[in-house]
């Protein structure tokens, strides 16, 4: 009997200490507030198997809403004639694509604006080409910019009376100068709508002051508290930029400076 017990204690003890040690090595990554590689969290974005519909707020207040959508690009390669299989094709990644549209209700604008744009990335993540629309009738705006080319064309106009203008990379690198070109007082509106000041860093320098941060956290869904990503940035020492993402890496809600803030329709039902 005092074996048997024995035998039993010692059971209980080793298997307590495993799931001790499986805790510490494994459980630890997915708790709440856990550190996990941005990386890892920008890579379930890319390849999430659903879109994402958000409702967007400014200060409480619904003013429009956008769709995210993102896909994987693939390309069909010819294995070794040792390695072929019955078919004999294997699909490659060849990059990615993310788009974005929706509606936005702009103050002192009687018409709504109507956006969307796409953005194409290599398997290394690197951006390879950017197109965006705005429409806000009867003014339409095009930007359409080939990282190979190093510029960034820029259309914008009514009608037939339209303004065609290109940009060069370099230009960005001093953004002062580049808003300076709109002539006051549009580029005094512009500069003070970014709440800069007349010594602040050029693009660069700020482009490399970006970090992102992740973490596991929670996020509540009905009366449920459901495990989530935290992606965190900030920028310009003051402004900040939060987004939360399933597992899967559908986008669940995204804080914004001002008080902008897109919350998943699932989220905004309840």
Known sequence: MLSRAAFILITLFWLAMNVLLWRSEYGGRDSAGAVIPAAVVWQKILTAPDSSSLTILHHGKKVGFCHWVTGVGEALSRLNEADVPPEGLLHRVNGY??????????????????????????????????????????????????????????QAGEGTDRLERVIKF?????????????????????????????????????????????????????????????????????????????????????????????????????
């Open 97 to 154: 694509c993310l788009q974005l549209e929706g509606n936005l209700v702009l103050e002192n604008v009687a018409t709504r604006l109507r956006f969307d744009s796409s953005l194409k990335l290599a398997t290394n993540q690197l951006w390879q080409e950017f197109n965006a629309r705005l429409n806000f009738r009867p003014t339409i705006i095009a930007i359409h910019s080939v990282a190979a080319d190093q510029t960034i064309r820029l």
């Open 170 to 270: 370099s230009e960005l690198r001093h953004p002062a100068a580049l808003i300076s070109q709109f002539g006051p007082p549009l580029a005094d509106d512009l500069w003070a709508s970014l709440e800069l000041p007349a010594g602040a860093p050029d693009a660069a320098s700020l482009a490399s002051g970006l970090r992102w941060e992740a973490r596991n956290d929670l996020v509540k869904i009905g009366h449920a508290q459901v495990r989530a990503y935290r992606l965190q940035a900030r920028f310009l020492d003051r402004y900040q930029a939060v987004i939360f993402v399933s597992r899967v890496g559908e986008i669940l809600r995204v804080e914004l400076p001002d008080e902008i803030m897109l919350i998943n329709d699932q989220l905004a039902n309840f």
